[in-house]
C-alpha cells in the first residue's frame, strides 16, 4: 500500500533527519514507529500524511509515485490516510460531534447523509455521551477518542497515531490500544508512533526502530 525507497529528509539547510528509508506498509498491517526523542518519528508520519516532500528517494502511495501526482489531487490522497497528531487539533469552537463531522462538512456533504455514521462511531469510541461537549471540557483521553474519531470518520485505509497514549493513565492506554487492534482487524492499517515500550509489549506486532535516521524493523 505504501512503498518508501532510499528516502531522505532534511528541514532546510539543515542535516538530514531521515537517511535512506526503505520499507513497505502492507494493507491491513498493524505496527509500531518507535525509537528516541528526535529520532524523526513525527517527521516520518508527515511524510506518510504527505505533509512533507522527501528530499530525496522514492515514496509509492495506493500503487501513485508521489513525486509525479499534481498538487491539486493530494487532499484527495490524504482523505485516504487518517491522522491524530500529538497535540489532537481540536476546535475548542465546535463540539465533539462537530469536530468529528468537519471533515465531512468542508467537503460540502449534507448533515443528514453523515449525522447517523458520525454518532455510532462517537459511540465506537465510547463518547456517546461527550457529544455536545466542547474540548475544553474533555479530558485527555476524551480529547484523544474524539481526535481518533475525527480522523476515522471519513473510512481511511490508514490510521496514523502520533503518541496516541501520551497523555492518558495505563488503563485509557490499554483502552486505545485495543480501539486500535480493533479497527485493524476490520482491515484498516495502523501505524502507532510511541516511546511506549509497556504498550509495545502488550502486543507482539511489527515494530519499526527509528535511530540516528536509519531504520530497522522487526516483524
Ligand atoms: N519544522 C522543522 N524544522 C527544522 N527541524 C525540525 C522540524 N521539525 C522537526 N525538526 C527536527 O527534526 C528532528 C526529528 O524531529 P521529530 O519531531 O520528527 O522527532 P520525534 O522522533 O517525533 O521526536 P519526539 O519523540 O520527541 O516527538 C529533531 O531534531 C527536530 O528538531
Same mark, same amino acid.
Given at each position: 500500500m505504501i512503498h518508501f525507497e532510499n528516502v531522505g529528509l532534511r528541514y532546510g539547510m539543515g542535516p538530514e533527519i531521515l537517511r535512506d528509508l526503505t520499507f513497505d506498509i502492507p494493507k491491513k498491517s498493524f505496527q509500531f514507529l518507535t525509537g528516541p526523542s528526535g529520532a524523526g518519528k513525527t517527521t516520518l508520519l508527515r511524510l506518510l500524511f504527505l505533509s512533507l516532500k522527501p528530499t530525496r528517494g522514492l515514496i509509492r502511495m495506493f500503487d501513485r509515485n508521489i513525486s509525479t501526482i499534481p498538487r491539486e489531487e493530494f487532499p484527495m490522497l490524504r482523505r485516504r490516510v487518517g491522522i491524530v497528531f500529538q497535540d489532537f487539533r481540536l476546535l475548542d469552537h465546535l463540539t465533539t460531534y462537530e469536530n468529528v463531522a468537519l471533515p465531512l462538512r468542508v467537503r460540502g456533504k449534507d448533515e443528514s447523509s453523515y449525522r447517523a455514521d458520525v454518532l455510532e462511531l462517537l459511540g465506537w469510541v465510547g463518547l456517546g455521551e461527550r457529544i455536545n461537549v466542547l474540548p475544553p471540557v474533555?479530558?485527555?483521553?476524551?480529547?484523544?477518542?474524539?481526535?481518533?474519531?475525527?480522523?476515522?470518520?471519513?473510512?481511511?485505509?490508514? =490510521? =496514523?497515531?502520533?503518541?496516541?497514549?501520551?497523555?492518558?493513565?495505563?488503563?485509557?492506554?490499554?483502552?486505545? =490500544?485495543n480501539l486500535f487492534l480493533e479497527l485493524n482487524r476490520l482491515g484498516t492499517a495502523v501505524v502507532i508512533a510511541t516511546h511506549d515500550l509497556s504498550l509495545m509489549d502488550q502486543v507482539e506486532a511489527r515494530r519499526m526502530i527509528l535511530s540516528q535516521g536509519r531504520l530497522d524493523i522487526y516483524e
Open positions: 474533555l479530558s485527555g483521553g476524551e480529547k484523544q477518542r474524539a481526535a481518533i474519531a475525527r480522523a476515522l470518520i471519513d473510512r481511511p485505509e490508514i =490510521l =496514523l497515531a502520533d503518541e496516541p497514549t501520551g497523555n492518558v493513565d495505563p488503563p485509557m492506554a490499554r483502552r486505545l =490500544l
